[in-house]
């Protein structure tokens, strides 16, 4: 059911990152369900996990180790979250840390633990501890497509992409990988995505872009306002391509698109592989007093099942769609003043239907693929864009039959 | 669908005021879709309305009417909300009070105007106006039921409730009717309600009344999130019964009591007949640190599209529900010190699932058409209830199909 999404064709090897992938039988017989990714000495990684205060013991774990020594083993799981576990499934995520360790011979805190899947059941340490020897011996710089696909849950797709840019006579890669099919499921739709590249970056820089980007890519994807208490998304640089990127330097904004779109393609990607999906829904909010302003009215928007259900439906309901702006928690919004648009249809404005409105042209537009809702409040200069989903009767039936 | 309701068997008169309902054909055939309510001179009302910044015409003129004199009549339309419509509406709103106000011999700004139905269409002021001698004259003081019903849209039940009470010696009754489907709709769901009582009341005493109980009924119920632009709640007080209700009376406490059931059993009403509904389901939220606080995290379970489809396939998936406290916007939260129940059986305490709970026992709790989670914070003194219902495919359905 993914809107306009393929497969990763091809995942450049980042240098000085090795992965590998192996099935230990976590949840699903058959399948890769754990992932290992190797990092070069001198590596620097950023990261941000979810702000969900039910937070699984990886996350817990994987925070206080990166804020001891540089890390140079992430350990992802797929089939079971280890949340709401207790303190079995912290002691459960250490002991896999400590085995790995010993098996590639660095520190404990050297290593960082993910997981993904079901919560409230107890991690199988025993049958991934045992797995690891192998991982290990599988390490390769051209496993990013079976890593994509070992951390899939119930994704229908791995996602993947890679971008290269020359910066001073030099290649530059950066690839990433992603899971996640719309954060519709606490239980097993953690957002999990790894984005490295071989350029140098200081760590206070590397920091500060995820910040950044991750603003504009993984938190400003929605598909119905559930947040995992898994979600983690890391930002690694390796520095071997030897090249370095600083915050003064005339490639820094080379670097930082290409950074921005490999991050933004993979947000995205999440979003049509959402459950359910029919449609890829763009909602962008300019003239707002400030960036939050506009980002209140568009998640208000991408949040309400009447407009969702509306998408799935193909129908140009713009009476919902103005509700939704009316309520959003904005202060003293003059609905008077509002423009909504559906792609390059004007509908409202002026406080009523647009005169050169038809159903017609708004059921023309509703049945693409691909939508941009447009909502220009006109009362300042700030703007914010929210993809998401539409709200079909597949989701209700997917996350009503699970687990039952 | 509706969980647990039944029609009114019988909706006692209250002196002083007279209701009639015609058939005015504004969307449909066959049924009575407009409504008029007679208040005897010297009536009080206090009235709130929708917070949706995009209101419809007709609550700009109902809030512009009773910035003024006494209000005589309350004139309601089901069928058509005059909402999205601009100035034409504005002057169609004003159109119908005026004829009103010719043929019932009062002033344009003694009546007050109400509208429920599609959002965006004309509303067939010259149908409604020819209407308005025929409504007027079967105005009766028995037509509360029948007015129930014209007021409609997507209701499968007409709502309405009386309680009476004995104070010195005198009988007193309270009567209220409602409308609403869940706001679920914000073409079609508007609430509306009109409680009225014959006793005597200040209007600082009657609007300070209706501000308290409207935040713990019709403010407490959620089905989607998605607010009408329509939206009123009218109390209304005749004096009639010549009982003086007043703040340090020892009869207050009982006549407060009264008047809660009466906007609570309306205000579940219209959770109970939400489309799609298959559950009623409370949100009990305690040990928070402010109700603002306890309120956040209810509305957020309550809201959560997971939570719901969980309790639609009767599945005690309490993953869903840990997941949507925890991503509460609330500081701090620990959820080592969060337990959560479903109904008498504790689910989850002290960081882990409670040591006698098992899925046999969650799934016998699931089965239940009334479910209440309980959710204590341990942090606090402060509690909120809110009522809402399960999200179903059928939910989808209906509003995917609606104007389809």
């Given at each position: 059911m993914a809107v306009n999404l393929d497969p990763p064709s091809i995942l450049q090897p980042v240098a000085g990152i090795r992965l590998a992938s192996t099935a230990?039988?976590?949840?699903?017989?058959?399948?890769?369900d754990l992932a290992l990714i190797e990092l070069c000495a001198g590596t620097r990684l950023a990261a941000v996990f979810t702000r969900n205060a039910f937070c699984a013991a990886p996350v817990e774990l994987a925070r206080r180790h990166l804020s001891g020594v540089n890390p140079r083993y992430l350990l992802v799981n797929s089939?079971?979250?280890?949340?709401?576990?207790?303190e079995p499934g912290r002691r459960d995520a250490l002991a896999c840390c400590q085995e790995l360790a010993a098996v590639c011979e660095c520190q404990t805190e050297e290593v960082i633990p993910f997981s993904t899947g079901v919560i409230g059941e107890r991690l199988p340490a025993t049958r991934i501890n045992s797995s690891l020897p192998r991982l290990k011996s599988g390490l390769s710089s051209e496993g990013w497509l079976d890593a994509a696909q070992a951390i899939m849950t119930t994704d229908t797709l791995p996602k993947g992409v890679s971008r290269s840019l020359q910066i001073d006579g030099r290649c530059v890669t950066i690839t990433g990988i992603a899971k996640g099919?719309?954060?519709?499921?606490p239980d097993m739709a953690t957002m999990l995505a790894y984005v490295a590249t071989d350029a140098s970056l200081s760590q206070t820089l590397l920091e500060q872009m995820l910040r950044e980007l991750v603003g504009d890519s993984f938190n400003s994807?929605?598909?119905?306002g559930d947040t995992s208490t898994n979600d983690a998304c890391v930002l690694i640089a390796t520095g071997r391509s030897k090249v370095r990127i600083r915050h003064t330097d005339t490639a820094y904004h080379d670097f930082y698109q290409a950074l921005a779109e490999v991050m933004t393609h993979l947000a995205q990607a999440i979003v049509r592989d959402g459950e359910g999906a029919t449609k890829f829904i763009t909602v962008w909010v300019k003239g707002a007093l400030s960036e939050q302003e506009a980002r209140e009215v568009a998640y208000t928007v991408a949040h309400s099942p009447l407009v969702k259900t509306a998408f799935y439906a193909q129908d140009p309901n713009w009476g919902r769609l103005l509700a939704a702006v009316g309520r959003a928690n904005v202060e003293r919004l003059d609905m008077n003043h509002v423009d909504i648009s559906l792609d390059e249809v004007t509908v409202f404005s002026q406080g009523g239907v647009d005169v050169a409105y038809s159903e017609q042209v708004g059921q023309r537009v509703m049945a693409r693929p691909e939508i941009t809702v447009g909502i220009n409040l006109?009362?300042?200069e700030h703007q914010a864009k929210i993809w998401t989903t539409d709200l079909s009767g597949e989701y209700v039936r997917i996350n009503a039959e699970y687990r039952s």
């Open positions: 230990a039988g976590i949840a699903h017989q058959g399948r890769d089939g079971n979250a280890n949340a709401g576990t207790g099919a719309g954060m519709m499921r994807i929605t598909v119905d006109h009362r300042g």
